[in-house]
């Protein structure tokens, strides 16, 4: 225990701590809509083993993207425009969203809006939560390109081989819930959800100064 | 009296505050109450309104809650308000009534773009675009997330 003047300053209080009481949003609970997954490894195995592998080898002998046996998708913007587009041919067409929800580095405001754009989107979307390490994954097997956001999508099209297709949605949908997102379709009220977030305020409050009137006669 | 007082011992932080335990109620409930309906009857209705691109009603509402959070004095929390349009206040749902994009601005004469320059724009129906800086820093966090207490009141 140091005696110097500062240590003893430190011991006498100038300002104490309060509560001040904010309200949270009804929705925006992230956890509560990403569709959980029961066993994320064989998941990741086979992303790893089918698609990632073999882009890293394409990559490699140099063969443009156009001539890749599937439709693959990592901008974040070519993939919003993907799943908002309302073009009546292509609405059969089925997707994968792999999503590195968990890796740090991917900003939160980015990955709120992702279930609620697969949710509305009007193909048939399954989305893919993927474990810790999974953004290092995408980048190890990209390596043209950054990959910051975390997001690949796998257009299900005719161009990509239907038992390879099936060979994943299988494995994927037996592990799988689907999404749900209830408030946009039938709403239940519920309970406000207040926060205490901490703050400070100095112990005594400056008194207001009196303004001197001088006196009149 | 007095003895009790004296006994209670205060706790003093490293940096000379004054430690305190949370409050176990809160004022302001009913108003707390009344902005979390309004906030949640301004979703529904744009989610179920009638005509898609004017969301009248659902713009009203969220106008009222606005309204009701400066007079009261009522806080809410930065999720939420980022959910709301600031001119039109429409609800800010994505392809509904907003349309979220990435854009780069660098202008460096490198073909690679750098992407601490990265910039999230939600544009909403009525022009307004917010702009998030989210490259900047890729981990940031609000405040009210980063380390607080939280309680659920129960709703009558």
Redesign the interface.
């Known amino acids: 225990m140091s005696n110097s003047l500062k240590a003893l300053?430190?011991?006498?209080?100038?300002?104490?701590?309060?509560?001040?009481?904010?309200?949270?949003?009804?929705?925006?609970r992230e956890s509560n809509y990403w569709p959980r997954i029961k066993d994320q490894k064989i998941v990741t195995h086979l992303l790893q083993n089918s698609i990632l592998n073999k882009c890293k080898h394409f990559e490699s002998s140099s063969i443009p993207r156009s001539e890749w046996p599937w439709d693959i998708l990592f901008d974040?913007?070519e993939i919003?425009s993907f799943?908002?587009s309302t073009d009546s041919h292509d609405k059969d067409d089925s997707a994968i969203l792999f999503v590195c929800n968990k890796d740090?580095?991917?900003?939160?405001?980015?990955l709120?809006?992702i279930p609620?754009?697969c949710y509305?989107?009007q193909r048939k979307v399954s989305l893919i939560q993927l474990p810790r390490g999974s953004l290092q994954m995408f980048q190890e097997a990209i390596t043209d390109r950054?990959i910051?956001?975390g997001l690949l999508l796998l257009r299900g099209n005719s161009k990509l081989d239907s038992s390879f297709v099936r060979q994943i949605e299988y494995s994927i949908e037996e592990d799988t819930n689907p999404l749900t997102i209830p408030?946009?379709?039938s709403?239940k009220?519920?309970?406000?959800?207040?926060?205490?977030?901490?703050s400070?305020m100095p112990?005594q409050q400056n008194k207001v100064k009196k303004i001197k009137t001088p006196h009149r006669k | 009296m007095k003895t009790n007082k004296s006994k209670k011992s205060?706790q003093?932080d490293?940096?000379?505050?004054?430690?305190?335990d949370?409050?176990k109620d809160?004022?302001?409930k009913e108003k707390?109450?009344r902005?979390?309906?309004l906030?949640?009857l301004s979703?529904?209705t744009t989610?179920t309104g009638i005509q898609p691109n004017q969301n009248g009603l659902a713009r009203l509402y969220s106008k009222d809650l606005d309204l009701i959070?400066k007079k009261t004095k009522?806080?809410?929390?930065p999720?939420?308000k980022?959910?709301i349009c600031k001119k039109c206040h429409r609800i800010l749902?994505?392809?509904?009534t907003s349309?979220?994009?990435?854009k780069n601005l660098s202008t460096s004469k490198s073909k690679k773009v750098n992407?601490k320059n990265?910039v999230?724009e939600c544009h909403c129906q009525c022009g307004v675009i917010k702009r998030?800086p989210?490259g900047q820093n890729?981990?940031?966090?609000l405040?009210?997330?980063k380390?607080?207490?939280?309680?659920?009141?129960?709703?009558t």
């Open positions: 300053d430190k011991k006498i209080a100038k300002r104490r701590q309060v509560y001040k009481p904010l309200l949270d949003s009804p929705f925006i974040f913007n919003i799943l908002s740090q580095d991917i900003p939160a405001i980015l709120q809006q609620i754009l509305l989107s950054a910051d956001n408030w946009l379709e709403l009220y519920k309970p406000s959800d207040i926060k205490l977030v901490k400070s112990l | 205060h003093i490293e940096n000379g505050m004054l430690l305190a949370p409050p809160i004022g302001n707390f109450q902005l979390n309906y906030y949640q979703t529904w989610m959070s009522t806080s809410i929390s999720n939420m980022r959910s749902i994505p392809t509904i349309k979220t994009i990435i992407p990265d999230l998030y989210i890729r981990n940031y966090k405040n009210s997330e380390d607080n207490t939280s309680t659920a009141l129960d709703s």
